[in-house]
C-alpha cells in the first residue's frame, strides 16, 4: 500500500513523539524495577521470619500477634510493589495457549487493548477509591487491633495506592512500547 505525503508525515511526527517519550519510558522502567529487585528480597526476609516464628512456636510456644503482622505485611508488600516489575519482565498471568503464536504486531494489539480497556480503569478506580481509605487511616492513627500488634497501620494501607498507581505507570510504558511495535 503506497502512503501519501501527509501519512508520511503524520508517521513521522507520531515516531518523533514517542522517541522524546523514551526518556519517561525509561524513567519509569528504572523505578518500577529498582522497587521490584528491592522488594524481592523481601521474600527471603519474610522466610526467614515465618521460619523463626514457627520455631519459636512449637519449640518454646512463643508466639506474639506482632509478628504474624509482620509476616503478612511483608507478604503484602512483595505482591503490591512488586507487580509493575511483574508486568515490566512479562511474567503476568495470561493465556498463552494463542498469545504465543500471534506475531509481534498482534500481540501489541492485544496489550494495547487490554491495558486500555482493563489494566488502566482497574488500577486507576482502585487508586482513587484508597486514597480515602489510606487518609482515614492515617487521621484515625490507626493502630493494631491485637494486643502486641503493630503500630502505624496507615503505612501498611499507603502500599495499595503507591502500588496501584506504580502498576499504571507501567501499564503505560506497555501502551507506549505497543504503538512503537504498531508503527512499525
Not at 518500577?32 to 528491592?38: A, C, E, I, P, Q
Not at 509493575?84 to 501489541?108: I, M, S
Not at 491485637?146 to 502498576?167: E, M, N, Q, T
Request: aromatic share 16%; with cysteine; charged share 15%.
Amino acid at each position: 500500500m503506497k502512503t501519501t505525503g501527509r501519512e508520511e508525515f503524520f508517521i513521522a511526527v507520531v515516531f518523533d513523539r514517542l522517541a522524546g517519550m523514551n526518556s519517561i519510558i525509561d524513567g519509569i522502567q528504572y523505578l518500577t524495577r529498582f522497587l521490584g529487585k528491592t522488594i524481592s528480597w523481601s521474600s527471603l526476609i519474610l522466610t526467614f521470619i515465618i521460619v523463626t516464628d514457627v520455631f519459636f512456636r512449637y519449640v518454646f510456644s512463643i508466639t506474639s500477634a506482632a509478628t504474624f503482622e509482620i509476616e503478612w505485611h511483608l507478604f503484602g508488600l512483595m505482591f503490591l510493589l512488586g507487580a509493575a516489575w511483574t508486568l515490566d519482565q512479562d511474567k503476568h498471568v495470561r493465556v498463552d495457549f494463542f498469545y504465543q503464536r500471534f506475531g509481534p504486531k498482534t500481540r501489541a494489539l492485544i496489550n494495547f487493548i487490554g491495558t486500555l480497556i482493563f489494566l488502566i480503569p482497574f488500577c486507576w478506580v482502585t487508586l482513587i477509591t484508597s486514597i480515602d481509605f489510606v487518609q482515614s487511616s492515617f487521621l484515625l492513627n490507626e493502630i493494631s487491633p491485637d494486643p502486641g500488634g503493630l503500630p502505624a497501620r496507615y503505612l501498611i494501607k499507603s502500599a495499595i495506592p503507591v502500588g496501584f498507581g506504580l502498576l499504571m505507570l507501567q501499564g503505560v510504558v506497555l501502551m507506549l512500547n505497543s504503538i512503537k511495535t504498531l508503527l512499525k
